[in-house]
């Protein structure tokens, strides 16, 4: 089945810097790939996510990249602010079903 | 996207007893999931609750622990049988339509001593 890597599983950037978080999957059928923001006591939101017939993806500070060949995907934030600072997950979801299986996660801390 | 609530919030219980979670939606909603987070861990499917018909288990996840039901289309319980602390985790239901976007409720944060 599908296995999705995440990495690093803590990430310490200053005000301002870029942050990047990486995630591999294993199943070469799968094809969306959400990521998640989840604030201390809150439910994980959804905060982009791509598809498999697209590279990359933008939306304002956060984009996602997709390498379908090297079956790997990036997060990056780029002028990170105090309130970036979350955990976030990636997740992977096959081709045919509705199931998402979740990468471990990664604790981002932006320093002011 | 719908706006999806989860009762209770959270509880504490003693072993070997049971707990129903609730999640509710605003609005029909084609797929209903229920996740559990143990603390400081990511997210992992237990079942993806079927209306009107039995729920699918993921693997290490039964019935006879988590009973599941689903009588309709914006409705979905969890129960979490003979607790026992190891069962001390958040609970979230997820709900999604026919696209791929998934969007979770609020959890319910168990603690069983």
């Known amino acids: 089945g599908e296995n999705v890597e995440q990495h690093p599983s803590t990430l310490s950037v200053q005000e301002g810097d870029s942050a990047v978080i990486k995630c591999t999957y294993s199943d070469s059928a799968s094809n969306y790939f959400p990521w998640y923001k989840q604030e201390l006591g809150k439910r994980p939101q959804l905060i982009i996510d791509?598809?498999?017939?697209?590279g990359e993806k933008k939306d304002q500070r956060i984009a996602v990249t997709l390498n379908k060949t090297a079956k790997h995907f990036s997060l990056h934030i780029t002028e990170t602010q105090p309130e970036d600072s979350a955990v976030y997950f990636c997740?992977?979801?096959?081709?045919?079903?509705?199931?998402?299986?979740f990468g471990t996660g990664t604790r981002l801390k932006v320093l002011a | 996207s719908a706006v999806i609530s989860q009762k209770p919030s959270r509880d504490i219980c003693q072993r070997g007893t049971s707990l129903t979670i609730q999640c509710q939606v605003d609005s029909q909603v084609t797929m209903m999931f229920w996740y559990r987070q143990q603390p400081g861990q990511s997210l992992t499917l237990i079942a993806t609750a079927n209306q009107g018909s039995e729920a699918t288990y993921e693997s290490g996840f039964v019935i006879d622990k988590f009973p599941i039901s689903r009588p309709n289309l914006t409705f979905s319980t969890l129960t979490v049988s003979n607790m026992s602390p190891e069962d001390s985790s958040i609970y979230l239901c997820?709900?999604?339509?026919?696209?791929?976007?998934?969007?979770f409720g609020p959890g319910t944060r168990l603690t069983v001593t």
């Open positions: 791509i598809r498999s017939n697209v």
């Open positions: 997820s709900v999604g339509q026919s696209g791929d976007e998934q969007y």
């Open positions: 997740a992977a979801r096959t081709s045919g079903t509705y199931k998402y299986i």
